[in-house]
Every structure is written in C-alpha cells, then in structure tokens.
C-alpha cells in the first residue's frame, strides 16, 4: 500500500460481485505489521446474508478485531484507528445502500469519509462494488445508487495512492501500488 501526505497508506479496491475483492483486501491488511482491525458495513436482513458474514469471519480468524457500523463510518473509523493496526472497510456499497435507506445523504457522507482519511494514522483499504459496468437501471433509486457509488468511488480514487480493480480473483492495478514499501 502507498503512502499518503499523512504517512498511512490507503487504498480502494473495486470490483464486481464475487470478482475476489475481499479477500485481496484482507491479503493487503494481513501484509502489514500489527493488528487487522475490519469495520463492516453490511446489515443482517435475511439468513443468507448471515451466512455471507459468517463466512467472511471464519475465512479472517482470530487475527482480525470487527466493528460492525452500518451507517457512521468516519465516526467509528476516527475511534478505532491507531499507528499499530490497518483498517479494512468492507463494503462501501453497503453503507451507501444504509445510507440511502435512511434518508441520509450518501454525496455528504462520502464527502466527510474522503476527508477523514488524511487524519487516520494506519493504513485503510476501502472495498467497493464497481456498479457502473452495466446497464442503466430502469427505476430512480436504482440509478442513485449507481450514480452516489460512482462519484464516491471516483472522489477516493482521486486521493488514495492505490486502486485495484478486481477480475476474476485477479487484481489489476489502476493507480500504483497496492505493495506496502517500508
């Protein structure tokens, strides 16, 4: 992961569904010195997303500490970062559908996460579904969605030193370099 003009490094990974972004990210934490702290965004609303959360659990280990947080992000990422850790955001897409489910705005909202990142002291990886690769949605809060998701995608590519885009199990690298050089 490279460094910013704060000494952490962030990246973001992008991807499509089940394309391996979760587990390259968590590869990229595991890389660092210290502990793999995750913040996941994802809410439990049936058995099978229970079971999709589960299963990213066991998958990590004991290594990792969670905090789940569904809706205020920047606040909980201001509260658990610290110089000896690395922080895994798992998924940004999630908490734009929180927020949009909410009423909160995702623009605002995204705009305060991109800025906090110059203030946390450790590496953040950010995960996101790329949604903008298909056809445009037919219904109004679909399209939102997208179009929330792609400019919160473009605003943190602009300022993190590292995105990969995620094919297949295969990252390709869009902005240098997803490798920590210490």
């Not at 066991?58 to 947080?69: D, H, K, N």
């Not at 906090?116 to 996101?128: F, K, R």
Request: proline share 4%.
């Amino acid at each position: 992961m490279s460094k910013t003009n704060a000494g952490a490094a962030h990246s973001l990974i992008l991807g499509g569904a089940r394309s391996g972004k979760s587990s390259y990210a968590e590869q990229l934490v595991e890389r660092q010195k210290g502990d793999c702290l995750y913040v996941a965004t994802a809410r439990v609303w049936d058995d099978e997303m229970a079971d999709r959360i589960d299963e990213h659990k066991e998958r990590r280990g004991e290594r990792w500490t969670t905090f789940e947080e569904p809706l205020d992000l920047v606040k909980c990422l201001k509260q658990v970062h610290r110089p000896d850790a690395a922080i895994l955001v798992d998924c940004l897409t999630l908490w734009v559908t929180n927020l949009m489910m909410e009423g909160r705005d995702p623009d605002v909202e995204g705009a305060q996460l991109v800025a906090s990142l110059a203030e946390l002291s450790c590496p953040v990886v950010l995960v996101s579904n790329e949604v903008g690769l298909g056809i445009v949605p037919m219904d109004k809060m679909s399209r939102d969605f997208r179009d929330y998701a792609g400019r919160l995608h473009q605003r943190l590519a602009a300022v993190v030193p590292s995105v990969t885009f995620m094919v297949s199990g295969l990252p390709m690298q869009i902005k240098p370099s997803a490798i920590c050089s210490d």
